[in-house]
């Protein structure tokens, strides 16, 4: 026990002296029901003889055949996966975005080098996240940028050498990206021209940071996007994708949270819909939060692989960890008696109850599975304590 | 038992009470106090340790604290008193005392009521039963297994490693063993068992402290309602 936690039950156990009602009017702590003081105290009471213990009602309970299942369940919840928000930026001389063409539909997959969209007529590109996007780059520009974007399209596999240096062969990589998705590469506008445009054979590209969106790890679902037509709103919000899938996530208690290790097999239940999945995550100790009725313990994350049917996002589930375990007799738990630490029924029949010694093989849920044993079958009676 | 003892509820009635009247002391010596009041507190049974798994889970070995609605309105703190006040505040207590409202609280250090004699005989008795001895056995056995350790012998307390982790996981491990043993509450009712059988037998005794107590209650409530406390905060 923590000091403030010590001092706490303790002043909520001690007696309070009379001086202090001032005082404890404005705390007005209760010593209340605690017995922790008691309980050090009254083995040292006196005793009395024995005095007979008062009259218990009998109550039985008939011996069933069940699984008493090793399992741990969890409530849970399934979780929307991450989803990142792409952007248009209006470039120089357009006066608002307007979707003009759309290459993907929401529940489209999609990856680094692929068109994403047409706004206002130029093309939305999606960018790995490798290459930094924070300015325009004209002809001979270099930078980590540069260098980035040259790894990036050889890796589309448009020959180009990691110079640094957005030299003619990174344009002419870029321009057969852009040619490849249907459009033309911007050109430099004539104060963007490095050098003498009109002694070239060909005319100069640039890259326009601003025709370019990036997905957090580089694929993703489109989740929505914006239709033909549509016209964006001032953040220029043009599609969600979702980066992670859906997955179900339960808090469980620390010693709940040890039967559920990454990988462990875990039953999902909604209603009638079951899923058999597996423990991708488990957090850190996390602290719970009474006001939303959550105790302290590890967050468990189980995975909802795609196109699972039946789970919607906030739908309430529980998850179960742990072998089923074969039916057996069963009691429930409170007809189990000891002597000496030997557990026993007391099988009720037509005269006094019959003692019947048994061995406990499983406890769960209020319920006690018992082995196999002569004198004991489904339908008897056993008192309960 | 609980007929004999305050209600947490009651306990706050009779308490703030009894410092309405230590005020009222303290305004006839000639001070003014501060505007006082808030919400009382009460301790989880905790005699034979941790009880209830999501107890556990939340406060680990710590006793649930509950809240209990105050007669007055939460109050900012008081302001710092003068010397001369305090010394008044604590003679004023000291001549009030508990204005003759009886203090029928469990577990007060020192009392000799028959409740607490009957609740001491019972823990006693309990502490010898055949029953406890074997549950407590099978719960201790159940801990070496896991690795748990006793606080000291005797105890229902446990060791841990003092993270707040570590205190939460032993007292599930805790109600694991209780459990396994025959239920967190077997004790508990082997107390109360014991305690029903005595208070048979001190039972006209009973009636006049269960007298003594509404008595108490409803003299309390009069002081309150006196000072101006509304019927629907009693």
């Not at chain 1, 002809?139 to 399209?153: H, I, N, R, T």
């Amino acid at each position: 026990m923590q000091d403030s936690d010590s001092l706490l039950v303790e002043r909520g156990m001690r007696r309070v002296p009379r001086w202090w009602l001032v005082p404890a009017a404005l705390l007005v702590v209760l010593t209340g029901l605690g017995g922790a003081y008691w309980a050090g105290t009254s083995t040292t009471a006196g005793s009395e003889p024995a005095p007979p213990l008062a009259a218990v009602v009998p109550v039985s309970a008939t011996v069933e055949r069940r699984a008493v299942a090793e399992q741990v369940v969890l409530s849970g919840k399934v979780v929307p996966g991450a989803q990142a928000t792409l952007h248009a930026s209006p470039a120089a001389g357009v006066d608002r975005l307007v979707v003009t063409g759309v290459a993907k539909e929401a529940g489209s997959r999609v990856v680094s080098g692929e068109l994403l969209a047409v706004v206002s007529g130029r093309p939305l590109l999606l960018l790995p996240s490798s290459v930094p996007l924070y300015r325009d780059i004209s002809p001979s520009d270099s930078g980590p940028d540069v260098k980035a974007l040259q790894e990036v399209l050889a890796g589309f596999g448009y020959p180009c050498a990691t110079t640094g240096t957005f030299d003619r062969a990174t344009q002419q990589a870029l321009a057969s990206w852009y040619r490849a998705a249907g459009f033309k590469a911007p050109v430099p506008l004539p104060q963007e021209e490095a050098g003498d445009a009109a002694s070239k054979n060909s005319p100069d590209v640039m890259f326009r940071w601003r025709e370019f969106v990036q997905v957090p790890g580089d694929s993703g679902t489109v989740a929505s996007i914006a239709g033909p037509g549509s016209i964006l709103a001032e953040d220029g919000v043009v599609a969600r994708i979702r980066i992670a899938d859906d997955s179900f996530v339960a808090r469980a208690d620390v010693v709940q949270a040890e039967s559920f290790v990454v990988g462990t097999p875990v039953t999902v239940r909604a209603g009638s819909t079951v899923l058999d999945t597996a423990v991708v995550q488990v957090s850190g100790f996390l602290e719970g939060d009474q006001g939303k009725n959550e105790v302290p313990g590890k967050d468990v994350t189980v995975a909802l692989p795609p196109g699972a049917q039946g789970f919607a996002a906030g739908q309430s589930v529980t998850m179960a960890a742990g072998a089923a375990v074969a039916e057996s007799l069963a009691v429930p738990l409170i007809a189990i008696r000891q002597d000496g630490g030997i557990p026993y029924l007391l099988i009720e029949g037509n005269g006094e109850p019959r003692r019947l010694e048994v061995k406990v093989t499983a406890q769960v849920d209020g319920w006690a599975a018992i082995a196999d044993v002569d004198g004991l079958v489904v339908g008897d009676q056993v008192k309960l304590q | 038992m609980s007929a004999y003892w305050y209600s947490d509820g009651e306990n706050v009635l009779v308490n703030t009470a009894v410092a309405f009247l230590i005020y009222d002391c303290v305004e006839d010596a000639g001070f003014t106090v501060a505007p006082w009041g808030g919400a009382g507190k009460a301790l989880q049974d905790y005699r034979y340790g941790q009880w209830s798994r999501s107890l556990a889970a939340r406060n680990g070995a710590v006793p649930e604290i509950r809240v209990i609605p105050g007669v007055m309105d939460e109050q900012p703190e008081r302001p710092p008193l003068s010397t001369r006040q305090q010394e008044t505040e604590a003679k004023c207590t000291n001549s009030v005392g508990r204005a003759g409202l009886p203090e029928l609280l469990d577990g007060l250090a020192g009392d000799a009521s028959l409740q607490s004699q009957i609740t001491r005989n019972a823990v006693v008795l309990t502490e010898l039963d055949s029953e406890y001895l074997a549950y407590r056995k099978s719960w201790e056995e159940c801990l070496a297994a896991k690795g748990i350790k006793l606080s000291e012998q005797g105890s229902w307390s446990l060791q841990s490693g003092g993270s707040k982790e570590d205190e939460i996981r032993v007292a599930l491990l805790d109600l694991d063993c209780k459990d396994a043993s025959g239920g967190a509450r077997k004790p508990y009712d082997l107390l109360a068992e014991y305690q029903a059988a005595q208070m048979i037998d001190h039972q006209a005794e009973l009636n006049a402290l269960a007298e003594e107590k509404v008595g108490a209650v409803e003299r309390a409530k009069q002081i309150l309602r006196d000072h101006g406390v509304a019927d629907a905060r009693l």
